[in-house]
């Protein structure tokens, strides 16, 4: 039901937004737009998320405007003291009832502790990672610092609940699945207009590795599941797209020793975010062979595409990928797993029954049910 002017509330949504790359802004648009249609939301974002020498690769995208948040107010300065004071006065005066953060990383904790404790409105953190994928001395201790200014939380996995808990006993919150990303199908594409503008055969069967390729994402595992594709005469590529951070060398030192190289096609780099939308259209399913995570949004990129997903069992993604029905979940560390997965997935054929599963899951990955979650945990239902 559409919420009327007196029970609309007052909401001020913090995090990044377009220009800035990454799916974290990506999320925030979408959740800005989904709370727009119940309440009246500012959206206030940063005029500096990271100093250029703990962040070298380029923030932001202009080119790439899908996301954008009309009237976004960049205030913010993460790293000047003088500016969290300025902008948590300003936070006042508008006279929210409730103010969201994004949390992801320990290094907004002196900005998020001050400006929380400064706030004089309701404080909810939405927390994509409770603890940052790659762990470090004292993060611990900053999470809680700035946690536990938090009133409520949202969180998207039952692993990401027990990290909260650890650190925050009784604390108020939510675990509502991560929504699913439609908002990149920005030109419907077919899989055969795909494929042909990626330059690959329209029977070829095709697995996607996407986004920042990082130790704990398991490529390496992936890579040598292919090995063992390729000692069985099974024939598929592997499209791995996405940014290395300089790690480029030493995965292909693992492909050429695996002799894979006619299966694995490599599109190293930031991908915009116009561009995203021809990989997961031309691919038959996307893997996330993950060491560790929380949750993670590839699998919702996919799910947008109405694509299947083979995960490993870690963190959320059992939470997220449910075996046999969206896809398949594999043990973590195990190429026999994965090389098993993908012949079962194109020797079996059951991507009509896994998109079936896609389309029955996707009130759990609404953004509606999102800003439904929000107003239930603060008391705002009707």
């Not at 992936?222 to 060398?249: H, P, S, T, W, Y």
């Not at 190289?261 to 996330?288: N, Q, T, W």
């Not at 090389?339 to 079962?344: I, L, N, Q, S």
Request: charged fraction near 30%; hydrophobic fraction near 40%.
């Amino acid at each position: 039901m559409k919420k009327t002017k007196t029970n609309r509330k007052k909401i001020v949504l913090i995090g990044p937004v377009y220009p800035y790359k990454g799916g974290i802004s990506h999320y925030t648009g979408l959740l800005y737009r989904a709370l727009e249609k119940e309440h009246d939301v500012t959206m206030l974002s940063y005029k500096m998320q990271y100093p250029k020498f703990l962040f070298h690769r380029e923030q932001k995208d202009y080119a790439n405007d899908g996301f954008k948040v009309e009237r976004t107010d960049y205030g913010i300065h993460t790293a000047n003291p003088f500016n969290w004071i300025k902008e948590a006065a300003r936070i006042n005066s508008l006279r929210p009832d409730l103010v969201i953060l994004q949390w992801w990383h320990p290094y907004f904790a002196p900005c998020y502790f001050t400006m929380a404790l400064l706030i004089r409105a309701k404080i909810m953190f939405t927390c994509h990672n409770v603890f940052p994928h790659e762990r470090f001395p004292m993060d611990r201790f900053l999470t809680r610092m700035v946690l536990r200014r938090g009133d409520t939380f949202i969180l998207h996995s039952r692993t990401e609940a027990d990290e909260l808990l650890s650190i925050r006993k009784n604390a108020a919150y939510r675990i509502h699945m991560h929504p699913t990303y439609h908002a990149f199908r920005f030109e419907d594409m077919g899989k055969e207009e795909a494929r042909r503008k990626l330059e690959i055969e329209p029977r070829e069967k095709i697995l996607l590795f996407f986004g920042y390729v990082r130790p704990y994402k398991g490529l390496h595992s992936l890579l040598d599941a292919m090995r063992i594709l390729r000692e069985k005469q099974f024939d598929a590529k592997l499209l791995v797209v996405g940014d290395f951070d300089g790690n480029r060398e030493e995965y292909l030192t693992q492909i050429k020793e695996n002799k894979i190289d006619s299966m694995v096609e490599i599109h190293d780099g930031y991908i915009p975010d116009r561009e995203i939308e021809k990989f997961f259209a031309a691919c038959d399913v996307a893997v996330l062979p993950y060491e560790s995570a929380t949750q993670s949004g590839i699998a919702q990129i996919a799910y947008g595409f109405e694509k299947p997903v083979i995960a490993t069992n870690v963190g959320g993604l059992p939470e997220a990928v449910k075996d046999k029905e969206t896809g398949y979940i594999v043990e973590p560390g195990s190429p026999e797993a994965l090389a098993e997965a993908v012949e079962k997935f194109f020797c079996r054929p059951e991507c009509d029954r896994f998109q079936k599963g896609i389309k029955e899951a996707a009130s759990r990955f609404s953004w509606e049910g999102m800003a439904e979650t929000i107003d239930e945990l603060q008391g705002w239902e009707e």
